[in-house]
């Protein structure tokens, strides 16, 4: 079974086929990180010109990269929630017409358990951090199908608090990989 997955929750615009669920065929990134920087962090409304901008090339080179055509796809997997709303509505219906005029079924996919399930030799039950941009919840994770949010961020998470830090400290954004290289050289 392949699958073309598409991911546009934040500020990247992403592509990958995945054949039976863990073998990845192709993986494709275009990033607005360069045009982020200049704002100290991500604006939504320009991830999401940026996404419509890249959404159908990021696409056609995973699939190239993949050796298959659209037609060739089971289905079409999008990210559909959470994220930034603009850039979330970018991928869910650029995925939703490629599905249609493909005749594949589309298949919705939730961010933060699609950070948790792509973690295989993870076996249920365990507990989960997932940090990711906007989102930091601990997870109690009951089954790949099943699970239950312990706690949760209500303001920035820490992906927002590293951008933050970074841009106060003048080191760029993503703050994330940016704070962890000045901390290297630290003390």
């Given at each position: 079974m392949n699958i073309l997955g598409i991911e546009t929750s934040c500020d990247d615009t992403c592509a990958a086929v995945v054949q039976d669920g863990r073998r990845v065929l192709s993986n494709c990134t275009a990033t607005s990180a360069a045009e982020q920087n200049l704002y100290g962090g991500v604006v939504p409304e320009i991830a999401s010109r940026r996404h419509i901008e890249?959404?159908?090339?990021?696409a056609q080179q995973a699939l190239a990269q993949a050796g298959l055509s659209a037609q060739q796809l089971d289905a079409v997997a999008v990210t559909f929630a959470p994220g930034l709303i603009g850039a979330v509505l970018v991928g869910v219906n650029f995925a939703k017409s490629l599905a249609f005029a493909a005749g594949k079924p589309l298949v919705p996919v939730h961010h933060l358990r699609g950070h948790i399930a792509a973690?295989?030799?993870?076996?249920?039950?365990?507990?989960?951090?997932?940090?990711?941009?906007?989102?930091?919840?601990?997870?109690?994770?009951?089954?790949?199908?099943?699970?239950?949010?312990?706690?949760?961020?209500?303001?920035?998470?820490?992906?927002?608090?590293?951008?933050?830090?970074?841009?106060?400290l003048g080191l760029g954004y993503p703050g994330g990989p940016a704070v962890a290289k000045a901390a290297q050289g630290g003390s």
């Amino acid at each position: 079974m392949n699958i073309l997955g598409i991911e546009t929750s934040c500020d990247d615009t992403c592509a990958a086929v995945v054949q039976d669920g863990r073998r990845v065929l192709s993986n494709c990134t275009a990033t607005s990180a360069a045009e982020q920087n200049l704002y100290g962090g991500v604006v939504p409304e320009i991830a999401s010109r940026r996404h419509i901008e890249h959404i159908s090339q990021v696409a056609q080179q995973a699939l190239a990269q993949a050796g298959l055509s659209a037609q060739q796809l089971d289905a079409v997997a999008v990210t559909f929630a959470p994220g930034l709303i603009g850039a979330v509505l970018v991928g869910v219906n650029f995925a939703k017409s490629l599905a249609f005029a493909a005749g594949k079924p589309l298949v919705p996919v939730h961010h933060l358990r699609g950070h948790i399930a792509a973690h295989p030799q993870l076996e249920p039950p365990f507990l989960c951090l997932v940090a990711s941009g906007g989102h930091s919840h601990i997870v109690q994770v009951e089954s790949y199908t099943r699970f239950r949010v312990l706690g949760r961020t209500v303001d920035d998470a820490a992906g927002e608090a590293f951008d933050k830090v970074a841009r106060t400290l003048g080191l760029g954004y993503p703050g994330g990989p940016a704070v962890a290289k000045a901390a290297q050289g630290g003390s």
